[in-house]
């Protein structure tokens, strides 16, 4: 297990420096006019020159990225070009409004395509098609017009949750929790489809082999078959699944953040990469591909314990 681990580890930290590196030449080596965008096109050319050297962008590319990296690992992501707040300290005041929108959001799509999933594959029939119809619905109405459809109903019509802003989690649970909700809930249903299609498909097959029907001859209730053996080997591909929306519903953080009015880290890519501000775009570089790792170790870390083979595959 442990070489499992280190395997999945070493292949995570090649994967950081080179998106890492490929995204500094991307942005750093294009030769994007950063010290004219913050002076104004007024300036004179000896301000500009000015800049760039105090900000070091007249060094090499490769220079600038060695000294950017020896500072990521410090904890020092440096600081906006335009609003010279730490970008470390901007992306953690914002990435609580995001996780929080993402990790309940994830909670709602695991148990909502499980339950459908299951009961897909187990009762079948006409069940089964309104339920692979209803999922394909969801996946294919936009997220906007989810968001829209959803504000409608519950904060304007029945006025039971707020339609926008965020409150922390330290501040009060409660209002948390409703500030969350529909963002959240939003994210689950479009994430649900490939899901529940995930764990029905591959409950199906479960169902229909050797051991299924040896565990039926020797009397086993069905709910123990389905529950506690056939889900678990099925659980694998699922796992796979359910890591990929973890990161698609984390990514679609900015049309929800815009809907809702929320100050996330999506929001925050999205103004760094407007303004040209290269600190923070490096930052969220950063971040998106440790969470991409992570995400994914911790999916095999699943894997290998739901299904010892992985170990070895």
Request: proline residues 4%; neutral net charge; glycine residues 8%.
């Amino acid at each position: 297990m442990v070489v499992f681990l280190a395997k999945r580890a070493g292949a995570g930290i090649v994967l950081v420096f080179v998106v890492t590196f490929l995204a500094f030449l991307l942005t750093y080596g294009a030769d994007i006019p950063v010290a004219r965008n913050i002076l104004g096109p007024s300036a004179a050319e000896s301000d500009v020159a000015l800049l760039e050297a105090r900000l070091g962008l007249d060094q090499p590319v490769l220079v600038q990225y060695w000294s950017w990296l020896t500072s990521a690992f410090g904890g020092d992501l440096g600081r906006s070009y335009f609003t010279s707040e730490p970008v470390s300290a901007a992306m953690a005041s914002r990435l609580p409004v995001t996780m929080s929108v993402v990790v309940v959001g994830c909670a709602l799509m695991l148990v909502i395509s499980c339950v459908l999933g299951v009961w897909s594959a187990v009762r079948g029939g006409w069940l089964d098609t309104v339920l692979q119809w209803v999922t394909t619905l969801t996946y294919v109405l936009p997220t906007i017009v989810l968001g829209i459809v959803m504000v409608f109903v519950f904060a304007i019509w029945l006025r039971v949750l707020p339609a926008i802003g965020y409150t922390s989690l330290t501040e009060s649970p409660g209002l948390w929790l409703a500030s969350v909700i529909l963002p959240a809930l939003v994210l689950a249903i479009h994430g649900v489809a490939g899901l529940a299609a995930q764990v029905r498909g591959s409950l199906v097959d479960e169902l229909g082999k050797e051991y299924v029907r040896t565990l039926r001859s020797r009397g086993l209730s069905e709910p123990s078959i389905v529950l506690k053996h056939a889900l678990r080997n099925a659980a694998s591909p699922a796992l796979t699944v359910f890591s990929i929306q973890f990161i698609t519903l984390f990514g679609s953080s900015l049309f929800i953040e815009k809907i809702f009015a929320l100050p996330g880290y999506g929001t925050y890519t999205y103004n760094s990469v407007v303004q040209g501000d290269l600190p923070a775009m490096m930052g969220v570089t950063l971040f998106s591909v440790l969470l991409v790792v992570v995400i994914n170790l911790l999916v095999d870390i699943a894997n290998g314990w739901v299904n010892p083979k992985a170990r070895v595959a």
